[in-house]
């Protein structure tokens, strides 16, 4: 356990900061979860589409069903970690989508054996009815993969919102939520440089169709995440590496010095009791935390999984190409701006605080949310300005998407400002629903709507064909924010904390 102390003492040591590994280590966790997302949507044009003869709809179809599972699965994975515990729920949690993520490699010999074909070359050269039931039966079979990674990935934010909780004052939450979320980011950042030639190099020597070894091999990551998990993680108030100054300071929010010992057992009591799972929805900051994912979430998915469909469909550029996989580093190295995000309202209350002004951390969140807001109206502009440079876009998309991860890093520390830890990964679960459902409309929407348009050369405010659906749903992307933030302020005026 940690060292027991007085205050007094307490302060005079010489603070550990074991609370930033720990931080590490949730960065790590979510690289890893984005990461094997994104395996997916960098080989479905390239590798998988021309094996199993998939349109766009088959793919939106697989990353809908994807995001309604992850939906349901975030309902039910925040109350699993807050009955599970932090530890066993995390693990159970990472262990389930890396098994999810390897799985996705048997799909190409799954449907070989279920159609009698011999190899990939036969799936290859199917045509006619033939290629179409390979396309069925297939996209069944990644669903089935899809869906056990959903499941266990699910379970990634609630948790980590939780340990932020536990080992973060509620100051500097957002904060360290921005830099664990910067794993996003980050995981999206690598990936092209390593799914791509992956799948190549293990197409190049004959291993399958390459493809299969890239969900494998980023896949088993998470396997070995799971074992420095084991060794470090402990509660702070029982891990040997944090020392009395540093739990002093991380349970600052419970020892204000004009508390008296009745206020500090009454926190003590809310913090450790919890709302009944239905009693959660009776509370409007619960539907705030709920249509901010709701509206949102989508936005960030849509470009994860179809970024890479864009350059191709609109640049004609490969996304194992040269320029093709810089063009999605740069987008996510720009996303990585997000990490001060989380920062900027502790920059707004210690501003304040030296002018003798008190705000507390929702009004501040929320100012700083506001802004965020703003800058996805930028999205209106992107395809529009892609006749002056294929990088612009690139660019937009970006800054959107640094916005979004600010967003999304103060959106979860709202939950913890107002909700008692014992349910905060349940309402962050609630959230992750929200974002879920939210994520499968406009990822299925947008399968539909790309092949229509391809189809009917559809015309969209002088754009044909795909470069106008891509237009119109960066349209609906760019002006989600300022609503989202809207319905949160009418909800939730003014911080109010959840009192049991």
């Excluded at 102390?5 to 010489?14: E, R």
């Excluded at 913090?271 to 994912?293: E, S």
């Excluded at 629903?433 to 405010?461: K, R």
Aim: charged share 15%; proline share 4%.
């Amino acid at each position: 356990m940690a060292a027991v102390s007085s205050p007094l003492s307490a302060a005079n040591q010489k603070m550990t900061n074991f609370r930033w590994t720990i931080c590490a280590l949730l960065f790590l966790a979510t690289t890893v979860n984005y990461m094997d997302r994104q395996v997916l949507s960098l080989t479905w044009k390239e590798f998988i589409s021309p094996e199993f003869h998939w349109t766009d709809a088959n793919y939106g179809l697989i990353t809908a069903v994807f995001s309604i599972v992850y939906a349901v699965a975030n309902l039910l994975a925040g109350r699993f970690i807050d009955w599970m515990g932090t530890k066993k729920g995390y693990l159970w949690a990472i262990g389930v989508w890396s098994a999810g993520a390897c799985l996705h490699a048997a799909c190409g010999i799954a449907t070989e054996a279920t159609l009698g074909l011999s190899d990939a070359t036969a799936l290859v050269r199917a045509t006619g009815d033939m290629a179409i039931t390979i396309a069925t039966v297939s996209v069944y079979f990644f669903l089935a993969a899809r869906t056990i990674l959903a499941l266990g990935e699910a379970g990634n934010f609630p948790a980590a919102i939780k340990v932020t909780a536990e080992y973060f004052p509620k100051r500097d939450r957002a904060y360290a939520t921005s830099i664990f979320n910067a794993g996003s980011a980050v995981g999206a950042l690598i990936a092209p440089f390593t799914i791509g030639p992956l799948a190549k190099f293990f197409q190049s020597i004959g291993w399958g169709n390459g493809w299969e070894m890239a969900f494998i091999i980023i896949g088993a990551l998470g396997f070995v995440w799971m074992g420095f998990w084991i060794f470090l993680y402990k509660k702070p108030a029982e891990n040997p590496h944090v020392n009395a100054a540093e739990l002093a300071y991380i349970e600052q929010d419970n020892d204000t010095p004009d508390e008296s010992a009745a206020k500090k057992a009454e926190t003590e009591d809310s913090d450790t009791a919890t709302i009944p799972f239905l009693k959660c929805f009776k509370y409007p900051q619960t539907w705030a935390v709920f249509f901010g994912k709701f509206l949102t979430d989508g936005v960030w998915w849509f470009f994860l999984f179809w970024t890479p469909a864009y350059i191709t469909d609109v640049f004609k550029l490969s996304t194992s190409s040269g320029e093709g996989m810089l063009m999605i580093f740069v987008l996510y190295l720009i996303t990585m701006l997000s990490i001060y995000g989380g920062k900027l309202p502790t920059i707004f209350i210690d501003k304040a605080a030296s002018k003798g002004i008190n705000i507390d951390p929702y009004a501040a969140r929320m100012k700083a949310m506001l802004i965020f807001a703003v800058f996805p109206l930028l999205a209106l502009l992107a395809q529009p300005l892609s006749s002056m440079s294929i990088w612009l876009p690139i660019i937009i998309i970006g800054i959107a998407g640094a916005a979004h991860q600010s967003w999304s890093a103060n959106i979860y520390s709202v939950a913890g400002d107002m909700f008692p830890k014992s349910t905060i990964a349940t309402i962050i679960g609630i959230g992750g629903m929200a974002g879920g459902i939210g994520s499968f409309l406009i990822n299925l929407g947008s399968g539909v709507l790309f092949d229509y348009a391809a189809q009917t050369n559809l015309s969209f405010m002088s754009f044909t064909g795909k470069p106008a659906g891509y237009f119109i749903v960066f349209c609906i992307c760019g002006v989600a924010y300022l609503l989202a933030w809207i319905i949160m302020k009418i909800l939730v005026p003014r911080y109010k904390k959840i009192e049991i």
